[in-house]
T-cell receptor
Framework: DADVTQTPRNRITKTGKRIMLECSQT?????MYWYRQDPGLGLRLIYY???????NKGEISDGYSVSRQAQAKFSLSLESAIPNQTALYFC????????????FGEGSRLTVL | DAKTTQPTSMDCAEGRAANLPCNHS???????VYWYRQIHSQGPQYIIH???NNETNEMASLIITEDRKSSTLILPHATLRDTAVYYC???????????FGAGTTVTVRA
């Protein structure tokens, strides 16, 4: 089983619908991240969480919200999806140390029509 | 915004070494250099990291200049499976803004 699991892997929805992308990890890491990737733009940070009680906005948080339900679970919600939120979304986890690397999920491809 | 700059793309012949440069113009003393790669649209994968000294692992070598303003990732014997987008970032344990730029698209040719 993957260390970082994202569901769903693919989703097509319509403008105005509420969408939730879920992420769960078995690494035991405190830190979790949500990224968005658009073609040619690298990965941009949406939200991050250092522990269950800590939620922080990243570069592009407008139109998104998150929930850290447990150490292992971090969900990303689009309250009212719009077409320019069509993108590939990645969840990642990391230890809270100097030398911890990011572990990424396989991604969730979202299409908003 | 990403804090590093990388060339947009580069080609490499199979079996030859690939040298990927990265500029870390704003790196500070407690920040590590990390390299990741992303194959197709899979989740990025960690390759290697370092602080000041050169590092080597089973995947690659990392050369960091003495002033730490630039680094080079070396893939010693590139294979077709090394075709990917390679990202360099610099970060410390409390640097929560872990953003990735567009990276370098490396194409290994037979």
């Amino acid at each position: 089983d993957a260390d970082v699991t994202q569901t769903p892997r693919n989703r097509i929805t319509k403008t105005g619908k509420r969408i939730m992308l879920e992420c769960s990890q078995t690494k035991g890491h405190d830190r979790m991240y949500w990224y968005r990737q658009d073609p040619g733009l690298g990965l941009r940070l949406i939200y991050y969480s250092f522990d269950v009680k800590d939620i922080n906005k990243g570069e592009i948080s407008d139109g998104y919200s998150v929930s850290r339900q447990a150490q292992a679970k971090f969900s990303l919600s689009l309250e009212s999806a719009i077409p320019n939120q069509t993108a590939l979304y990645f969840c990642a986890t990391k230890e809270g140390t100097n030398t911890g690397e990011l572990f990424f999920g396989e991604g969730s491809r979202l299409t908003v029509l | 915004d990403a804090k590093t700059t990388q060339p947009t793309s580069m080609d490499c012949a199979e079996g030859r070494a690939a040298n990927l440069p990265c500029n870390h113009s704003t790196i500070s003393g407690n920040e590590y250099v990390y390299w990741y790669r992303q194959i197709h649209s899979q989740g990025p994968q960690y390759i290697i990291h370092g602080l000041k000294n050169n590092e080597t692992n089973e995947m690659a070598s990392l050369i960091i200049t003495e002033d730490r303003k630039s680094s080079t990732l070396i893939l010693p014997h590139a294979t077709l499976r090394d075709t990917a987008v390679y990202y360099c970032i610099d970060t410390s344990w409390n640097d929560y803004k872990l953003s990735f730029g567009a990276g370098t698209t490396v194409t290994v040719r037979a």
